[in-house]
Structure formats: C-alpha cells, structure tokens
C-alpha cells in the first residue's frame, strides 16, 4: 500500500464505514494498521465523553475478547445508569427490540451469562451437532435438486440463504411450512439494523418473530419433540434457572446470529474458491481437505468484519493509548486474522494451510456457540456443490458481482452461476 502513510485513521475508517471499499475492506484495514494496532474512532459515543477504539492486531484483539477483568459487552455493568445501549440500539420503546437486542447471551455479562451459557450448552453439544449431519446433507440436497435441471442459479438466493435458516429452524422445530416465515423476519432484521437505529419495518418483523417463537416454545410446552426449543425447556423445567423472555431470546439469537453468517461463509467462499481455481480442483480431487479449507476461508474472509462492541471497565493501556474506563472498543476480526506477525503469507488464501487460531468465530466467554455447527454446515455446503456441479462457474463477468456493506459484516447480494 504506497499511500497508506499519507491516510490519517480517521480517513481511514471514515473510509471503511461510508463502504467505500466493498469488496475490498482489507485495503482499509491495512491503511487503519498502518496507523497503529490501537486506533481512536472519529465519533463520539452517544452524550459521554468516552471515546470509540478500533484494534487490529491478534495480539490487541485477542486482549480485549478475553481479558474479563478489563472488558465487558454490557455498558451497565460499569454504570447501571448508562445510556451508551440505547444511543446504540436506538430503542427502548415497547416492541420488543429492547429485549431481542439487548439482553440476548452475546450482550450480557457474568454472571448472568455464564449460567445461561451453560444451560445452552447443555443442548448445544458437540454431539447434538454431529446428529445434525444427515439432515443437513439431505436439506442441502433438496436445494440443489430444485435447480439442477436448470444450469443455472442464484447461488446466494437459492443456496447459500435459504441452506443455514432451513438447518437452525429445522433444529429449533420450526415447521417446514414455516422456514420461509423465519427466513424474510431473520432477513428483514438483519437488513434493518444499524447502529443507532431500529426502522419501524424492522421493529415490526422483530415483534413478529417474537411473537411467532413464544407462540411455538407455548406449543413445545404441550407437546416436547427432539428439538432445540424443547430441549432448552426441559433443562428450564428440571433447573427452573432459565425463565421464558431468556429462553425466547436465545432461540430468537440463534436463528439471527447463524444465518446471514453461515449463509455468507457458504456464498463468499465459493466465490473465493472460484477465483482460485487451482485450490478448487485440490478441493474435488481430495474432499477430506474441505474442513480445513473452511477454516482458512474463514481466516482469509469471515463473515464478520468486528466482534461485538466491549466496554473498558477500567483506566488502562493498551499497546500506548490511554483506554478510559467506559470506552467502547471493536475487535476487527477480519484485520486480526490478516495479522502477519500470526499467519505467514497472511494475504495469500491457502487451502491447505495449518491453523493454529483464528477469530473468525471470536474468542473467550462470547465465543460463537454455533461455530460447530456452522463448521459443519460449511462443510457439507461446498462438498455438495462441487460434487454436483464440478463445471460451476460465474455467469457474470466477476466485476460485476455485488456486494452489501454494513460495519459489522459484509457479503455478496447475489453470486449468478452456471454449472
Ligand atoms: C457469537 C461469528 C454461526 C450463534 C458469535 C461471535 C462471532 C460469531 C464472531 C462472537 C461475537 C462477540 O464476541 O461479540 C459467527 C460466524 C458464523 C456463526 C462467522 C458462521 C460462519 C453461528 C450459528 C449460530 C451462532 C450457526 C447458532 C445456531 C451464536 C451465538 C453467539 C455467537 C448464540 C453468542 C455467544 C455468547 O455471547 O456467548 N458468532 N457465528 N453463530 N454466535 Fe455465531
């Protein structure tokens, strides 16, 4: 990056936030590391006099997912007077936001999440995922086999999108004649929310969706089955430690969490395997290295461009900025995990690379719970395709694929293919 130096970090992420870089996000990230690892955002927070922080290295963001004693997800934990998650959320009206986005697992801090991190887990098991493959299989096969004839496809619509909200409402117990009903309220949301702000539409669908799962978990109730939701219920009615708005909030988080992620790992990853062709015949001569190279996609281009925002709960320092108690600072995952002190090569994508680590699912307490599943699911999704459709290719020249931007994950609005 030649001009990198003559880029202030303010630029630098004015840059990243206005999308300016869509496709290329990391162009932005190495001008913010140039700058520093640590690297003070140009806005304010809310009326406070806390500054916002970006950190781009492995070492910094590592620090700040991990280090409990100094960070926190939850402003309230430093001042149960704080405004900052409603400056953030933009809510606090009675649609049932609020609680959906602010008082789900991956915003609360101990020990309240422990204990429901716990109780999930209890449900979330390794081996509950791996029970989860032949359905998984079978869905992704129902997908290919409605548009094999046709030659051609929208990979994100009628593949990537609708493979992991088919898998979670499947696993949640949602009825089939239902997915459709999750997956526009699971779009919708996620489409709808930026920070600072919650659009009436969006309040909508998420009072719908709210509305939908405790009417299904009422349903559960009267009549258990082997799914998730009755699960959760039976660990709250042998512990009674996991009341109703908690279980309906994480059911709610885990369909909005494992979605637009896990779709645009499947959707983002054929593009880049497709771009590196010679790693995609490695791929179909040899599937067994198809887990790793889901790990490296991961690593080269996860889903999420930040991990949710922390909150310094004291005065410390952090690679020589002053970080004051009440700060907010984002852990740039897809920087760190470009981080050249950690990978070799770091910007080349390598199938068959060794990965010790990467953040591309987080770290420490708030580690994604469905990082199992959606390895899984990643798996499955690339085997299936290109056993199936080994003559995959774009139908559209490849400057004219189409990205959507938001701070907190980007990914492809349409991939057109042929095979
Ligand atoms: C947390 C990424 C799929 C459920 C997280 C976090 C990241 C992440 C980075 C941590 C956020 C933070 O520390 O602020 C991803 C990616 C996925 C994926 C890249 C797909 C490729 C899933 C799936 C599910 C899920 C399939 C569920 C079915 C969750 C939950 C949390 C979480 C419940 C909060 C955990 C906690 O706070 O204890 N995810 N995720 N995720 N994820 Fe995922």
């Given at each position: 990056m ?19 870089s869509?496709?290329?996000?990391f ?5 913010i590391r140039?700058?520093?690892s640590?690297?003070q955002?140009?806005f304010p927070?809310?009326e406070?006099?806390n ?8 070492e910094?963001?590592?620090k700040?997912?991990?280090d409990q ?5 939850d402003?309230?934990?430093i001042d149960?007077?704080?405004t900052i ?5 933009g ?5 049932g ?19 429901l ?5 209890k449900a979330?098991?390794?081996?509950y ?7 998984i299989?079978?869905?992704a ?23 992991p909200?088919n ?10 004649s239902?997915h459709?009903?999750i997956h526009?309220?699971s779009?919708?949301i996620a489409?709808g929310?930026?920070?600072?702000t ?5 309040a909508?669908n ?6 939908y799962i405790?009417q ?7 009549q258990?089955?082997?799914d998730?939701i009755s ?6 009615e ?7 708005e ?8 885990m369909i ?6 896990t779709?645009?790992l499947?959707?983002?990853?054929t593009l880049?395997?497709?771009d590196h062709?010679?790693?995609l015949?490695m ?10 190279a889901?790990?490296?996609l991961?690593r ?8 949710g ?5 004291k005065d410390l ?5 002053q970080i004051?108690?009440g ?11 470009r981080?050249?002190q950690?990978f070799e090569?770091?910007?080349?994508l390598?199938?068959?690379r060794?990965?010790?680590r990467?953040?591309a699912?987080?770290q ?6 469905g ?6 699911e990643?798996?499955?999704?690339f085997?299936?395709l290109?056993?199936r459709?080994p003559?995959l290719q ?8 189409s ?8 990914s492809?609005?349409s991939l057109p293919?042929?095979f």
């Open positions: 030649n001009d990198s130096n003559h880029v202030t970090p303010e630029q630098a992420i004015v840059g990243l936030l206005s999308g300016k869509r496709e290329n996000p162009v932005v990230f190495e001008q140039q700058t520093g640590v690297v955002l140009p927070m809310g406070t006099n500054k916002a922080w970006v950190v781009t290295h492995m910094e963001a590592l700040v997912l991990k004693e100094h960070f926190c997800v402003p309230t934990s149960k007077n704080s998650k409603q400056s953030l959320t809510s606090s009206d009675s649609t936001s609020d609680m959906f986005l602010t008082n789900s697992l991956n915003a609360i801090d101990q020990p309240d999440h422990r204990r991190r716990t109780l999930v887990s979330f098991t390794p081996r995922m791996e029970g989860l493959r032949p359905r299989q079978e869905l096969d129902e997908l290919l086999d409605q548009v094999q004839d046709q030659g051609e496809m929208d990979l994100v619509k009628n593949y990537a999108n609708l493979l909200i898998v979670i409402s499947d696993m949640i117990g949602v009825p089939k239902d459709s009903l526009k309220w779009e919708g489409n929310l930026g920070v600072g919650v659009d009436p539409k969006t909508e998420l009072k719908d969706f709210g509305d405790k299904l978990t009422a349903d559960k109730r009267k258990p089955s082997d998730l699960q959760l219920i039976s660990i709250e042998q512990g009674d430690r996991l009341d109703e908690e279980l309906i909030s994480l059911v709610q988080l909005f969490a494992g979605h637009e992620t779709s645009t499947i959707s983002t990853g880049l395997l497709l062709p010679e790693q015949e791929l179909k001569a040899d599937p067994n290295l198809i887990p790793g889901v790990e490296e991961l080269y281009h996860g889903p999420s461009t930040t991990a925002p922390r909150y310094a709960l320092e952090l690679k020589g900025q004051k108690k700060d907010m600072i984002f852990p740039l995952l897809k920087a760190a995990n981080d050249e950690q090569r770091a910007e080349e390598d199938v068959t060794t990965i010790k990467h953040l699912f987080g420490g307490v708030h580690m994604c719970l990082a199992p599943l959606a390895r899984v990643g798996t499955i999704a085997a299936t290109f056993k459709m003559n774009l139908s559209i020249p490849r400057e004219d694929v990205w959507k931007f938001k701070l907190a994950a980007q492809l609005s293919v042929k």
